[in-house]
């Protein structure tokens, strides 16, 4: 491809996400290259660096085009990244925006002006507030701050990063250091995740999907906040779990291989093709003792569903996905205050309907990949005030022992930040319900 085909996939990309916000930005990606097996590894790599500029950087770009007097719109966006991320020169872009086949229409005088006038300048500049140095919505900024304080600044700097891959090794299969080994002679370089005592963080971006590590069922791509949520469950062999909201099972996964195969999970989610995804991933693991169950509609649990029965109830909720920024940077500008008030007020009927599963002396983990204290602090206690019977297990003391280190982001509640902890952005909470348990009736 020319670089002009490859500035014009840039800008017909961007119109695709823009109009499509109900699929994932890598997931339309995908799609769109499998349709254009023309376009090389080269090509892919500039139009998604180009791309993926425009997603994490759109404040600082519009901002610059509005300055400017120019439309804001995915031609614009696309030209401003190119001059200021690529270091493009006028005559680069004259050659490339052509009109010729495959290429976008030639340069406007106003977009000459703008090319121009940006010669030599950065995506950041002194004039820009805070929010647009950021690139968050406005709105968000106060959401941010709150939680993050002093760190604001540092903390949306590191969400507009690349996210490392990090995977989970199933301990019921292999060791971390067996399967860094398999991959080495790959020639794939990994090291250990700094907490997760089962993660290995890849050194680059590599596609695993054939690989008889993932083939095998010895490890699961799963980011090491995923991983510490499940560590932090204490799930042991023998007992009864429950993975309310368990997506396409990569929590599920990790429990089953805490317990050692033993016992029982059952995995349930409102999705049942969310659900099914799960089940070859189980299979390939060798986790024999999951079982899915589709939530109901009218009760918010499952038909049959024992309450007051299960040891453990890991709620991986819904959430304003604000901790995974840095993986889906366009669901920044998708997301509105409106959205955050229906997520929290989803996330409280979820936990009132799993809190009725969990027995007396029972856990209840609340987990979160969210960098909002609404989301999480805020849930919490709004949770406890309804539900006195529940009270708050320290998460510190469960990290020193089944992390077999020093918990590095609070005592009462888990709060991971990408910049301080190198993770996604993650809540968790431990609640333990203090009912008494059921007389046990002996035989006359």
């Known amino acids: ?22 699929r994932p930005a890598d997931a339309l990606v995908t799609g769109w290259f499998r349709k254009r097996r023309f376009a090389g590894g080269g090509d892919r790599r500039t139009i998604q660096t180009v791309l993926y500029t425009v997603l994490r950087r759109r404040a600082q770009i519009d901002w610059w085009l509005e300055a400017a007097g120019r439309p804001v719109d995915s031609r614009g966006r696309v030209v401003v990244a190119l001059v200021l991320g690529e270091k493009w020169s006028m005559d680069d872009l004259d050659a490339a925006f052509d009109g010729g086949q495959y290429r976008p229409a030639p340069l406007d005088e106003g977009e000459r002006t703008l090319a121009e006038s940006l010669t030599d300048r950065a995506f950041d500049d002194p004039a820009q507030p805070l929010f647009v140095r950021g690139n968050i919505p406005a ?3 106060a959401e941010f701050s709150a939680v993050l304080g002093e760190s604001l600044e540092s903390e949306l700097a590191a969400m507009m990063c690349e996210a490392p ?10 060791t971390r250091e067996a399967v860094a080994a398999m991959l080495a002679k790959d020639g794939i370089d990994t090291e250990p995740t700094p907490y997760s005592p089962l993660g290995l963080r890849l050194a680059g971006r590599v596609n695993l999907a054939n690989s008889p590590v993932i083939r095998d069922g010895l490890a699961e791509p799963q980011d090491e906040s995923s991983q510490i949520a499940a560590l932090l469950t204490r799930a042991r062999p023998g007992e009864s779990v429950v993975d309310f909201c368990a997506g396409a099972g990569g929590k599920t996964l990790a429990l089953a291989a805490m ?54 109830v890991l709620v991986d909720a819904p959430c304003s996905g604000t901790g995974t920024w840095r993986r889906h940077p366009e669901v920044r500008w998708q997301f509105t205050s409106e959205d955050l008030q229906e997520y929290m007020a989803l996330q409280s009927g979820i936990l009132d309907a799993a809190s009725r599963l969990v027995a ?3 856990r209840l983990i609340y987990a979160v990949c969210s960098l909002l204290a609404g989301e999480g602090e805020g849930q919490v206690a709004d949770f406890l005030r309804r539900n006195q019977d529940f009270d708050v297990f320290p998460v510190r003391e469960i990290w020193e022992t089944r992390l077999d280190s020093e918990c590095p982001a609070g005592d009462v509640f888990l709060r991971l930040r990408p910049g301080r902890d190198g993770t996604d952005g993650f809540f968790v909470a431990v609640l333990k319900h203090e009912g008494q348990p059921e007389p046990i009736l002996l035989a006359q």
């Open 1 to 22: 491809m020319t670089p002009g085909a490859r500035a014009a996939a840039a800008i017909e990309l961007l119109d695709a996400i823009e109009a499509d916000s109900t």
């Open 139 to 141: 709105w968000m900024e």
């Open 165 to 174: 891959v990090d995977l989970r090794i199933n301990s019921q299969k292999t």
């Open 259 to 312: 317990m050692k195969n033993q016992g029982r999970i059952v995995a349930c989610d409102t999705s049942p093709g969310r659900l099914e995804r799960a089940r070859p991933r189980l299979e390939r693991a060798g986790a024999t003792i999951a079982e899915l169950q589709v939530l109901d509609g009218e009760n918010g649990l499952w038909p049959g569903a024992r309450e007051g029965y299960y040891d453990c």
């Open 360 to 362: 007396p002396g029972g």
